[in-house]
C-alpha cells in the first residue's frame, strides 16, 4: 500500500491528501514565441496579428484576457527573416479535447507613409505532442471572389445572414482587381471565419481567390498535465 | 525484514513457583531491530512523499552569435519569469543577485571574413515553482563600441528555456529597434544616443506595448540548454 504523506517541516506528519475530481482536469501549455516572417517580397514593415480559436472545451486560464496579440513592426533586408520575436504562455484547462486551439494570424504591412493595410492570412495549429515544436504556416492573400460559385441558396433571406464574408460587389471582379493593383489596397477578410473549422462560416472559403504569400515561423512548446493518466495521447 | 527479535521471557517465569506462562497464546509484538516500523518506513519512502513544488534546474552557455557587421559585441543576458508562482533560488556562488543577470566579456570576430563572434558564456539558474504558467525566458542584449567608442545597444532577442529535461540548442533572433525618422537617427549615430530600449528584460519578455515599435533583424546568437526537471511527475506533467 503507498499513500500520499506530506512532509511539513522536520517531522514527517501523516496527512490523507483527498484527491478531488477537479484535480484530474487535464491542462496543457503553449509556452513559445512568434519567431518572424520569411520569404514575404516586400520593402515595406510587416507586423503579425494571432488570435487565438479553440473548441468550447477549452478554457483559457492563464493570461487572464484573450485580446490576441500584436507584434512590433520589423523591417528586412530581401531573403532576411522579418523578426518579431512576440512570446506568449497559454494556460488551458481541458474538459473536451475537441476543438485543439489554433492560431489565426494575420500579417499586416505598413508602407511608407505610414498606412497600415492587411497583407496576408494563415491558422497555425498548435501540436498535439509534448515538447519543442517549430512550426511554419504559410500564408495567403485574398485577391477577389469567384462569382461562378453561390454560397447563399437563392430563396435565403439576406437580412437573417447579417455576418456577410464580403461587401463587395461580386460583379466588379475584375475591375477590382485592377483597382486593388493601382491603389496598392488589395482586399482583405471581413471576418476571420474562412480561417477556422470552428466557428462561422467556413464554408464560405469556397468563392474566395488567393494568391500564395510568405510563411510565419512559431516555435512554441507543449507541456501536458494528466494526459497520460486520463488516456490522452501526446504526453 | 529479517531481523527480528522477540522477546522470551518465558523460561525466566518458569522458575518461579506458581507463575505460569503469561502469554496465554498471544505473540509479543514485533520488534525490528533498528527501532522503526513499518509504516514509519514507509512514510519516510521518496516515492510516497507528495511533495509542495517542483523545481526546475537549468544552465546553459550562450555560445556565438552574429550580428550585421560587427566586429565587437558584448552579450547581456536576463531571467524572466513569472512572477508570483515562480521563486528564484540563489546559490551561494550568486547570492548578491537578486535577480538571474550577466553581462559577458567583449569579443571580437576572429578575421574579416567571418563575422562570428563567441562568448562561450556560461549560466545556471535555479527556480521553485507550483505552476507552469510563466516559464522562465532568457532575454539577451547585445552591445558593443560605436564608431567614437562609446558602448551601445546592437540588438536584443529572447528565447523560452526548454520544457523538457536534457541538453537542447536554440537559436535567439536578434533585432535593432529603428530611431523615429532619418534625422533622429542620424543625430543619435552621433551622439551615441542610438535607438535603444529602456528596461530591455521587461520589454522584451512580456510583449505589452511592443505595437508600435518598429525593428530590424541584424543577427542571430547560438544557446545551448541543458534541463534537470525536479518532482514534475507527481504533480502530473511529464
Not at chain 1, 477549452?58 to 490576441?68: A, R, S
Not at chain 1, 484547462?93 to 505598413?110: D, H, M
Not at chain 1, 519543442?132 to 469567384?146: A, F, L, S
Request: net charge negative; glycine share 8%; charged share 20%.
Amino acid at each position: 500500500m503507498s499513500m500520499p504523506y506530506q512532509q511539513t517541516g522536520n517531522q514527517i506528519d501523516y496527512q490523507e491528501i483527498k484527491q478531488t475530481k477537479a484535480d484530474l482536469k487535464a491542462e496543457v501549455h503553449f509556452i513559445g514565441q512568434i519567431v518572424g516572417g520569411l520569404d514575404f517580397q516586400t520593402d515595406d514593415g510587416l507586423f503579425c496579428e494571432l488570435a487565438i480559436d479553440c473548441g468550447d472545451g477549452w478554457d483559457l486560464l492563464q493570461p487572464g484576457n484573450n485580446k490576441g496579440i500584436q507584434t512590433q513592426t520589423s523591417y528586412a533586408n530581401p531573403g532576411q527573416l522579418f523578426s518579431w520575436g512576440h512570446p506568449f504562455d497559454l494556460h488551458f484547462s481541458v474538459s473536451n479535447i475537441s476543438g485543439w486551439p489554433k492560431a489565426l494570424l494575420k500579417v499586416w504591412r505598413l508602407d511608407s507613409s505610414n498606412k497600415i493595410d492587411a497583407c496576408s492570412y494563415g491558422t497555425a495549429l498548435f501540436p498535439r505532442s509534448a515538447g519543442y515544436h517549430q512550426i511554419t504556416c504559410e500564408t495567403w492573400t485574398p485577391t477577389g471572389e469567384n462569382l461562378d460559385l453561390e454560397v447563399r441558396k437563392p430563396n435565403e433571406d439576406l437580412a437573417t445572414n447579417t455576418d456577410q464574408f464580403s461587401k463587395f460587389d461580386r460583379s466588379l471582379d475584375w475591375r477590382f482587381q485592377a483597382l486593388s493593383f493601382y491603389m496598392e489596397n488589395p482586399p482583405r477578410l471581413t471576418t476571420l471565419a474562412p480561417l477556422t473549422t470552428d466557428k462561422g462560416d467556413f464554408a464560405r472559403r469556397k468563392i474566395l481567390n488567393s494568391i500564395s504569400n510568405g510563411k510565419v515561423i512559431i516555435e512554441v512548446e507543449v507541456v501536458m498535465k494528466n494526459f497520460k493518466r486520463l488516456s490522452f495521447s501526446g504526453q | 525484514m529479517n531481523t527480528r527479535n522477540y522477546k522470551k521471557d518465558v523460561s525466566d517465569q518458569g522458575s518461579i513457583k506458581g507463575q505460569t506462562n503469561q502469554n496465554f497464546g498471544y505473540s509479543q509484538p514485533q520488534q525490528f531491530q533498528d527501532g522503526i516500523s513499518r509504516i514509519q518506513e514507509e512514510m519516510m519512502d521518496p516515492r510516497n512523499i507528495q511533495p509542495d513544488s517542483m523545481f526546475v534546474n537549468f544552465s546553459g552557455v550562450l555560445e556565438c552569435g552574429e550580428c550585421e557587421d560587427e566586429e565587437s559585441l558584448r552579450i547581456e543576458y536576463a531571467v524572466k519569469y513569472g512572477g508570483d508562482d515562480w521563486t528564484y533560488l540563489k546559490t551561494s556562488n550568486n547570492a548578491d543577485d537578486a535577480e538571474p543577470s550577466g553581462i559577458s566579456q567583449l569579443s571580437t570576430s576572429r578575421n574579416l571574413h567571418s563575422r562570428n563572434i563567441v562568448w562561450n558564456f556560461p549560466f545556471e539558474c535555479n527556480f521553485q515553482t507550483k505552476n507552469i504558467f510563466g516559464w522562465p525566458q532568457v532575454v539577451v542584449r547585445l552591445s558593443g563600441p560605436d564608431f567614437m567608442g562609446r558602448s551601445v545597444a546592437k540588438g536584443y532577442g529572447s528565447v523560452h528555456v526548454p520544457t523538457q529535461p536534457g541538453y537542447h540548442e536554440r537559436v535567439i533572433r536578434i533585432f535593432k529597434p529603428l530611431p523615429i525618422s532619418g534625422f533622429t537617427g542620424f543625430l543619435g549615430y552621433l551622439l551615441g544616443n542610438t535607438a535603444e530600449l529602456k528596461n530591455f528584460d521587461k520589454v522584451i519578455s512580456s510583449g505589452e506595448g511592443r505595437e508600435v515599435t518598429r525593428v530590424k533583424s541584424v543577427g542571430y546568437v547560438k544557446v545551448k540548454f541543458h534541463v534537470t526537471l525536479v518532482n514534475f511527475d507527481k504533480f502530473g506533467y511529464l
